[in-house]
């Protein structure tokens, strides 16, 4: 993960500069950021960590549940109408993914399986934040500032392990 942070803060910034675009951002700008790079790294870690203890195809079928709480949580903000066939279809949509992928519930470890629902939360929490954070210094930019977020914050759980 910590090679792949550094590796896509490398590549924005060779494209930023092609493109010629400066990668200063305003000020209000890091409130969102330093969000998006925390929810970021627990997507990240989520799903990496839980496929460890459970088949891969659960672990995916619960992280692609995110469009469930970032319906919820735009549903008050008036930005997404929470209506019964939304849901109904929603739920539809992840039954179909479920039965394509062919999901196993050989490995039912719970460890893995909060793990991937903190996946999950991380890539709703990551998806609004940088709705956000993309508003105030706009792409790439926003990609940016999450990417290197998340290496800083992943530099030290790096270091911790084996």
Known sequence: MMSRA????A????FIHATGRS?????????????????HTLAAVGLLASIRYIDVSLASIILSMYPFPVAIAAHP???????????VLMV???LGMALVIGVSFS????????????????????????AQLTHDVRAPNSSLLMTIWSMVIFAPVAGLGP
């Open 92 to 94: 539809l949509a992840t």
């Open 107 to 130: 490995s039912l470890d719970p460890r893995a399986i909060a793990l991937a629902v903190m996946g999950m939360i991380g890539f709703a929490a990551m998806i609004i934040s940088m």
């Open 77 to 87: 903000k008036g930005e997404t109408a929470l209506a019964r066939p939304v849901l």
């Open 23 to 39: 990668p200063w951002v305003t000020a209000k700008a890091p409130g969102s950021s330093w969000l998006a790079g925390i929810s």
């Open 6 to 9: 550094c590796l896509g803060v």
């Open 11 to 14: 590549i924005l910034l060779v």
